[in-house]
């Protein structure tokens, strides 16, 4: 267990570049396994999610080349994969578990998924419904609607769900199940989540089509098919991961901070808007679109912000930035309320839970609710032990508070970065002065 003490920072600077997106990176591996021929990635993100991702698709017989720079997947088709001999291990990871239970609905062989104590205490009901109703047989191991998941043999039919809950992995689980069926399958969610699994599914030439509707929610259609193509993917940054380094330019008196190649894909832009409304200073610079995926390098400066409102539609487009925004919250002129994001319950941790109890023990005035959180900010933060709790956003958002905290800040369990940005402190100490 690995420990990591942060002191103050005197001013970010310099050019960074961010490692890929986390979404994006586990789908290419995904339709990569489950397309014909070969699917080759780069910049893609080798943290121990995404590696879970690799691990449990070569025990399906996937052969997957690790090159400099480069990722090959040597693709079986929609219907070649092969029987796993052990229970697929999928690690601290949500969208391994959710996403690759849409794929195993629609094998032929019968399958188990396990992972840690974190995501074997994660809501999967959500998937097992709409799955189950299409005709996937999937069990909760236990009977507690978590994994350990049983995934056996069904006969798939296209059904339209309607999603109580605007999450890209149930909706991702739904289509990619979709493509096994027999008929149509659609997914309306009440707000827009991340649309990766839409735009990839596309370029790997299924026939998918997305319709916003005028109170917001939106519905994703997939039709039945035969055969997906491999392609070539250049992941954009993971701008999940940018977050942690625009906030700490913003929060850090003297700072300018070139960050190069961030994904800008507006489902998950919501961050941005934020910081926007908090006053920041933020440059897009050089944008560009690839696979359907925007991305550009981001220009930041330090500044004063003020507090803001986050809520309704605007919460799946940034819900992983919320203990970061928190953190930012925490240094703005104002009040800041987060709400509509009850969501942040089911996540690595409770994030209402750890986002309060991490910034109360650093000096911060903040309140839970019910959905949200509520943080008047203001008063310096003071330097603390912080427990992770093993969730790297937890993690990652109070290092960055302890860059401008009074004294030093020690973050308990830090190797949990790794789930999603194993460079995380070695790019902190390239670009502080
Ligand atoms: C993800 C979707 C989000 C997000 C998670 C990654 C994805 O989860 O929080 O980190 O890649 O589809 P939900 O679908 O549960 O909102």
Same mark, same amino acid.
């Given at each position: ?188 969610? /009440? #707000? !827009? ?12 030439? %299924? @026939?998918? $089509?997305? +319709? ?103 919460? /799946? #487009? !940034? ?12 240094? %703005? @002129?104002? $009040?800041? +309320? ?96």
């Amino acid at each position: 267990m690995s420990v990591r003490t942060i002191f103050p920072a005197k001013g970010l600077k310099g050019e960074i570049t961010i490692p890929g997106d986390k979404s994006i990176s586990h789908r290419s591996v995904m339709l990569g396994s489950i397309a014909y021929g070969t699917t080759e990635i780069t910049h893609f993100l080798e943290g121990a999610d995404c590696l879970s991702t690799i691990d449990c698709f070569r025990r399906m017989g996937v052969e997957i080349e690790k090159k400099p720079g480069r990722i090959l997947v040597r693709g079986k088709g929609l219907r070649g994969l092969l029987a796993p001999t052990d229970t697929l291990n999928v690690g601290n990871s949500g969208t391994t578990t959710r996403l690759m239970a849409g794929i195993l609905a629609g094998q032929n062989f019968s399958s188990v998924m396990s992972g840690d104590a974190s995501l074997n205490s994660r809501p999967m009901k959500r998937i097992m419904t709409p799955l189950n109703r299409m005709g996937a047989h999937i069990t909760s191991i236990h009977d507690n609607g978590c994994a350990p998941l049983k995934v056996e043999p069904g006969v798939l039919h296209g059904i339209h769900y309607q999603s109580p809950v605007a999450s890209a992995q149930v909706k991702s689980a739904v289509l990619l199940a979709g493509l096994y069926a027999d008929g149509e399958t659609s997914v309306t969610e /009440p #707000a !827009l989540s991340r649309n990766h699994t839409e735009l990839m599914l596309q370029s790997f030439g %299924a @026939d998918v $089509t997305s +319709v916003m509707h005028t109170d917001g929610s939106a519905t994703a259609i997939v039709k039945p098919c035969k055969e997906l193509y491999g392609q070539q993917i250049c992941v954009p940054g993971d701008i999940s991961s940018a977050a942690y380094f625009i906030a700490a330019a913003l929060l850090v008196p003297g700072s300018e901070l070139l960050i190069k190649n961030v994904g800008t894909n507006f489902t998950r832009a919501g961050f941005l808007e934020v910081c926007k409304s908090m006053g920041a200073d933020i440059t897009l610079l050089n944008q560009s679109f690839e696979g359907g995926e925007g991305r550009a390098d981001i220009l930041v400066r330090s500044g004063d912000l003020k507090g803001t409102v986050i809520e309704g539609d605007l919460i /799946p #487009a !940034l819900i992983d930035e919320i203990p970061i925004i928190a953190v930012m919250a925490a240094h %703005a @002129d104002g $009040t800041t +309320v987060i709400k509509d994001a009850a969501e942040l319950k089911v996540k690595e941790t409770n994030r209402i839970d750890t986002v309060t109890g991490n910034l109360k023990a650093m000096g911060g005035r903040i309140a839970p609710t019910d959905d949200g959180m509520i943080i008047e900010g203001g008063p310096p933060l003071t330097g603390t032990h912080i427990q992770s709790y093993l969730d790297h956003r937890i993690a990652m958002a109070f290092a960055i508070a302890g860059l401008t905290a009074q004294g030093e800040t020690v973050i308990e369990d830090s190797q949990c970065v790794d789930v999603s940005y194993p460079e995380f402190f070695a790019t902190l100490e390239k670009c502080r002065n």
